[in-house]
């Protein structure tokens, strides 16, 4: 679960404990006036189911349009001042690109403060730079090492005789200590940039016209910060609602929709049941199509037979029919003689109206012609114009995949630095580990040392004790003899 998660379940529970802490001081504080107002407001239910016929989802909205406690208008205004600072934060860049277009709202405090952000931002992507150079470098190196020791593994089963393993180039000492400067120096650069993040901020709260300035260009923010500023909307989307509703209305809002779980079910048994009809009845239709199939089978059987019996008849009446031919050929050929006269005149007469209209048929051929070179023309002019706009278009499309493969090189960027960012993570975790093992075992050798030093003493003492009582006997020994 990422962090994001945790803190949104977080505000969920502060929520609802404001929530609940609002009601019970609204309702210790409520005497009876207030109880029968309430009486009264809760009363009118009827209008409720009314509306609820009309429009299902009006249940589901809050019932009041305004926060009543002073925590949940905290809540809502802290949320609201993040979102604005959000948008300030995510436009930075394209500030510090463009100084000359903002120098008029911009004072010498500000551009200080931006110049020495910028600073800090290259300052700290150098060191994350050098700390995944180095990571790899490490890799590398024990990669190469396990390529060396499973060399040497080999050569032993080959062999059987022991050989010197070659040791590793880096020092594991050297290694740790640049893990540990690096890490340092990024944390140092973070906290710096927090520092000038806020210090910028608190610059830019006193200045309003850079403020509308920078609402005007919410177009060049980035993608990635737009879907960010629109998901914390969304959550205060979210939240406002919480605030708005009351365990009440939380009650009736989930009874409601177990109510429309049950009708769903319900709803979903009757489509389940008309389905089963809807097969039957397909499977009914199905066999009274194949019915219909056989008996057009059937047909096109009986008209194979009757094309058959249409051919003897054709027969027939063909036979029939050049019979009547020649007897009208007979016939034809003294028609045949008349029409020819009657041809003979047409022709003279054609041949009049040729002469007459050959005038007009040459202004005909002109007009012709005219028409006939503007369209050439025309086609000129537009196989022109589509050369250019071809043209205009491949210019286009080349214009579009110079930007498709930098948007391409973008996001793989994009996904370098997130592998970079996890890496980053998972080395602070090795070093904090490392570190509190290093602590545990300086407190056991701290430990081992008083008891080693403690059992030297008590040592030391009972030596120094059994000497003073040697050279107490020895000197009674001596006076004795005397």
């Known amino acids: ?88 934060v995510s436009l930075l860049p394209f500030v510090t690109q463009n100084v000359n277009k903002f120098s008029s709202f911009l004072g010498d405090d500000l551009s200080a403060a931006l110049e020495e952000h910028m600073t800090h931002q290259n300052n700290l992507t150098n060191t994350c730079l050098r700390l995944q150079e180095h990571q790899q470098a490490k890799d590398e190196a024990a990669a190469e090492a396990a390529r060396r020791k499973a060399e040497e593994d080999e050569e032993l089963s080959d062999e059987g005789s022991p050989r010197e393993s070659i040791k590793s180039e880096l020092d594991p000492a050297e290694v740790d200590e640049v893990d540990a400067r690096l890490a340092k120096m990024s944390r140092t650069y973070k906290d710096h940039m927090t520092f000038s993040c806020k210090n910028i901020l608190r610059m ?81 239709k199905d066999k009274e199509i194949s019915k219909r199939n056989e008996e057009i089978r059937r047909l096109k059987g009986d008209r194979h037979q009757l094309e ?32 020819n006269e009657e041809v003979q005149k047409l022709r003279n007469k054609l041949a009049a109206m040729t002469a007459e209209h050959r005038e007009s048929e040459l202004n005909l051929r002109k007009r012709k012609y005219k028409i006939e070179t503007e369209v050439e023309n025309w086609i000129q002019k537009y196989d022109q114009d589509m050369g250019e706009r071809q043209e205009e278009y491949e210019d286009l499309d080349n214009i579009y995949t110079e930007e498709k493969a930098q948007l391409n090189e973008l996001e793989e960027r994009f996904k370098t630095l997130e592998t970079e960012y996890n890496n980053i993570i998972e080395e602070r975790r090795i070093a904090k580990e490392k570190r509190e093992q290093a602590e545990k075992e300086l407190f056991a050798m701290i430990k081992a040392a008083t008891v080693v030093q403690s059992f030297w003493r008590s040592y030391k003492c009972r030596k120094m004790l059994k000497a003073k009582t040697r050279k107490g006997k020895k000197g009674g020994k001596k006076g004795k003899k005397k």
């Open 1 to 88: 679960m990422s962090a994001a998660d945790l803190a949104v379940m977080e505000t969920v529970r502060l929520l609802d404990k404001v929530r609940v802490d609002g009601t019970n001081t609204r309702t210790e504080k409520v005497n009876l006036q207030s109880t029968q107002k309430l009486k009264t407001y809760h009363k009118p239910k009827p209008p409720k189911r009314q509306q609820a016929k009309t429009d299902p989802l009006s249940i589901l909205d809050p019932g009041r349009k305004k926060l009543s406690t002073v925590e949940s208008q905290r809540v809502l205004a802290v949320l609201d001042e993040a979102i604005k600072k959000t948008e300030i």
């Open 204 to 284: 830019v709260a006193l200045s309003p016209p850079l403020i509308s300035a920078l609402r005007g260009e919410a177009g060049e923010r980035d993608q990635r910060a737009s879907e960010m500023i629109a998901n914390m909307r969304d959550l205060r989307g979210f939240i406002l609602g919480r605030l708005l509703t009351t365990p009440l209305e939380d009650k009736e809002k989930r009874d409601y929709l177990l109510e429309i779980s049950v009708r769903e079910k319900k709803n979903s048994q009757v489509i389940k049941k008309l389905s089963s009809e809807l097969k039957k009845d397909i499977t009914e």
């Open 308 to 339: 058959k019996f249409s051919e003897d008849h054709i027969r027939r009446t063909r036979l029939e029919a050049e019979k009547s031919q020649q007897a009208d050929q007979k016939s034809s050929e003294v028609k045949q003689t008349a029409i």
